[in-house]
């Protein structure tokens, strides 16, 4: 039986928009994620030649790059139904959460510098010349975690010693950045541009990080080897070093007091916990339809699996975890959405929630996908080891879930 949607009232132009990404999804990005996962030496991944730039160039070339940014800078934020720019999340984390995670963490800096480009000229053409990149040449990051500080960024902590080790000190029209971003930074290698938070106040700890929009061309940053690990192994990760970086001063755009007054700690992790949920709800109905289907095809004891009664009752309380979470997410997608559009503040405890419960039922749902495959579900002939493995690192992605909801506890 075919999956059944419920949910109602959707327009043909969202209809449209969600079957154009899930054949993206489905013809692209799935076959060059399997391709990316099997390269033994993550430096392949990005190197020239590699499929990850046709992914790149799809994706641009469906102008899915352009949702972070508003329309006067040629971008498409704001004017999408919001139904519509969650389905975009859903199906592309359905092809392969890894590449979902690198297109998203690509177009962070700009969506950011669109917010600074009326007042400064730099930002304004930071956005241009990525809106108009088709090939993947403008490429973003987020970087926060340092090898010193990982969980702890979502707990803040007021003293010293857990301030950011990345810190940047006003001389003339220039900060003087040192220190390290972690290996674990998405694109960190290939990225162009980065969103960097820096500590600025060291006495203040993480409530003295400032927030600069900067290109990755300036002298004194360098980049670590790309990251070998079990999943998402076509998203790019690695450190970036600051050796007396100079930063100019109009690329420092929040200051620590700007960021605690705006409360940025909350919105930032609303945004991109958000946005994790609806990816993993895409990811978890993956290891569903994959169980499903392989699940009428084998044929042991006479019949095909799926006509035994652990087999059908486990498929369906995958079935019911994946639904819970596609609504959740919605739900949670929907609001903030709707918040965002009137100038007020997100739900981060909704955004953190909505992922948590996303990651681990992801895991959940890919494990129990694994046990139905029997031993095909362990070989690479199948892919749900790979969305297995792409699952689990959900929980530690963008914050360790444990940590994020000790964080999130304190919005309730
Ligand atoms: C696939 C993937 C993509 C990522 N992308 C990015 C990115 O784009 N940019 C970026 O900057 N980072 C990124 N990260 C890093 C990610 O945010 C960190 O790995 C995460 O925050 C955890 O930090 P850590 O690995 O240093 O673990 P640690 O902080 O060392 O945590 C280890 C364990 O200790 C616990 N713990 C840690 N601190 C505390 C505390 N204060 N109180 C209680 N318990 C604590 C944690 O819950 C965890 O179980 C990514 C990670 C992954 C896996």
Redesign the pocket.
Known sequence: MAYRDIDMNLSAETLAIQKEVRKFAKDVMRPVGIELDQMADPADVIAQGSPLWDAYKGFRDLELHLNSIPPEYGGTAGTLDPMASYLISEELGYGDV?LT?SFG?SGMPFGFAALFAPFIPEMEQMVRDYVEDKKGEVVG?????E?E???????G?EAPECGPSVTGVLKGDEYIVNGE??A?????TLATHAVLHVGLDPDKGMGGTGLALIPLDLPGISKGAPLN?I??RP?N?GSIIFEDARIPKQYMVLEPSTMVDMNMGETILAGANGGMAQIFAGLAKAAYDEAFNYAQQRVQGGVPIIEHKNIKLDLFKMFTRVEAVRANSRRMALYNAAQNALGQPPSGAHAVAAKCLATETATWVASKAVQIFGGNGLTKEYPVEKIFRDAR??M????????LG?AAAEFL
């Open positions: 890894g995670v963490a990051c987020w970087a926060i975690t090898p500080h990982g969980g702890d960024w979502s707990l902590g971003k972690a674990w930074v998405s694109n960190g690990k999943g998402q998203l990760q690192a959900g530690i992605e963008d914050g360790v879930n444990e940590t000790l």
